[in-house]
């Protein structure tokens, strides 16, 4: 019977990583990805974003 409690948590972990890369998978593309990809362009835009400089230098 150990090999039973040795095997159930790694057949379990498996279960669920085949679960979440389906669910992954099954996501990818479809009527929100245009949103999405804006979503993502619209955050990276924010980051890039040159910082204002100060108007007057420290002098």
């Given at each position: 019977m150990d090999y039973?409690?040795?095997?159930?948590?790694?057949?379990?972990?498996?279960?669920?990583?085949?679960?979440?890369?389906?669910?992954?998978?099954?996501?990818q593309g479809g009527a929100n990805k245009a949103k999405e990809d804006a979503a993502v362009d619209a955050a990276l835009a924010r980051v890039e974003s040159p910082r204002q400089a100060p108007a007057t230098p420290d002098a």
């Open positions: 039973v409690s040795a095997l159930l948590p790694p057949a379990v972990m498996a279960v669920f990583f085949v679960g979440v890369i389906r669910v992954i998978v099954k996501t």
